[in-house]
T-cell receptor, first 114, second 114 residues
Framework: AQSVTQLGSHVSVSEGALVLLRCNYS??????LFWYVQYPNQGLQLLLK??????LVKGINGFEAEFKKSETSFHLTKPSAHMSDAAEYFC????????????FGTGTRLLVSP | KAGVTQTPRYLIKTRGQQVTLSCSPI?????VSWYQQTPGQGLQFLFE???????NKGNFPGRFSGRQFSNSRSEMNVSTLELGDSALYLC?????????????FGNGTRLTVT
């Protein structure tokens, strides 16, 4: 069964600093990987997805993630944090099983200080 | 294009009652999935419907059920409510033709069981 592990329930950065949110996956077949962001009292918004076309994936709001098979990782980065990036971030995995089902990580809350 | 719409946004119910939540997907999307989000268990998959058929079901008791109509709108029903059913229920839609088709989430229905 596939799963994802997000290291760090909370990550704190200063405005302008590099953002790095970690995600490691476990899957017996090539996975599809996703990063979602959740702002307070809202649903989840897709940031980016990996579907084997390219290992470096660019998403919205300046975020990107790199798929590393050897490390089973799909870490999310952003060169310069903005106050508006403060939210909860979820990594998710699905596999080619013929239906839509995402398995989510436990989430990482990003705190941005001025 | 309108996003995924969930109604109502908030619900307060008493133990033992039943509740029905509604979800209108993005126009053209044929797959609708439901997820439960709680602080303790995180995001958990409930079930997915595609063209009025349930394609997959998560590990929830039979008190949780759903259905999808011919216009792709979906409802989720929880009978005999328990205190532990208090959660944010998220609906997500996708084209559904491919398993890597990204999910688009609504803002959720927050259910409180007293």
């Amino acid at each position: 069964a596939q799963s994802v592990t997000q290291l760090g329930s909370h990550v704190s950065v200063s405005e302008g600093a590099l953002v790095l949110l970690r995600c490691n996956y476990s899957s017996s077949v090539p996975p599809y990987l996703f990063w979602y962001v959740q702002y307070p009292n809202q649903g989840l918004q897709l940031l980016l997805k990996y579907t084997s076309a390219a290992t470096l994936v660019k998403g919205i709001n300046g975020f990107e993630a790199e798929f590393k098979k050897s490390e089973t990782s799909f870490h999310l980065t952003k060169p310069s944090a903005h106050m508006s990036d403060a939210a909860e971030y979820f990594c998710a995995v699905s596999t080619s099983t013929g239906f839509q089902k995402l398995v989510f990580g436990t989430g990482t809350r990003l705190l941005v200080s001025p | 294009k309108a996003g995924v719409t969930q109604t109502p946004r908030y619900l307060i119910k008493t133990r033992g009652q039943q509740v029905t939540l509604s979800c209108s997907p993005i126009s053209g999307h044929r797959s609708v999935s439901w997820y439960q989000q709680t602080p303790g268990q995180g995001l958990q998959f409930l079930f997915e419907y595609f063209s009025e058929t349930q394609r997959n079901k998560g590990n929830f008791p039979g008190r949780f059920s759903g259905r999808q109509f011919s216009n792709s709108r979906s409802e989720m029903n929880v009978s005999t409510l328990e205190l532990g059913d208090s959660a944010l229920y998220l609906c997500a839609s996708s084209l559904g033709a491919e398993t890597n088709s990204p999910l688009h989430f609504g803002n959720g229905t927050r259910l409180t069981v007293t």
